[in-house]
């Protein structure tokens, strides 16, 4: 069965946030789309240095994949909750997809399933991505 180009291929919005079933995935991604993080390097190291957690364990690896029903939060910690804070009084990038439930009082968001495709920042030409992949087998 032929699949969509967009499902065949994974699409990228900052690193990994959609991947083959389409979820915004990266944590580094849904940091700034909450205010988290102000910048891709600023959630990558909030990330790196332990501040979140997914399904209330900490996970320090910002290419890690999330499913839907997972819970992404801050942790229960002064200093992540202060930088988390601080981050979000000048939120940016924020603009909360509609596939994420985000409790700002708790600082946690879960994933409710899949991302649509006008919310990845990018301007991709899908169908010449497929053209180019497929050269490649």
């Keep these: 069965m032929p699949q969509s180009p967009a499902a065949a291929l994974p699409v990228v919005e900052t690193f990994h946030s959609l991947q083959g079933e ?3 995935a ?3 991604a849904f940091f700034i789309r909450l205010g988290f993080g102000p910048t891709v390097p600023g959630a990558r190291q909030l990330v790196n240095h332990g501040h979140v957690t997914v399904n209330n364990r900490v996970v320090d690896i910002p290419s890690f994949q999330c499913r839907a029903g997972d819970v992404v939060a801050i942790r229960e910690r002064k200093c992540s ?7 979000m009084a000048f939120p940016g990038l924020a603009n909360i997809p509609p596939h994420l439930e985000f409790d700002k009082a708790k600082m946690t968001a879960k994933v409710g399933g899949r991302i649509e495709r006008e919310w990845v920042a990018l301007e991709i030409n899908e169908l010449l991505v ?7 087998v």
């Design 22 to 24: 389409g979820l915004h």
């Design 26 to 28: 990266g944590r580094s």
């Design 81 to 87: 909750k202060t930088l988390a804070e601080a981050n």
């Design 130 to 136: 497929v053209e180019f992949y497929s050269r490649k």
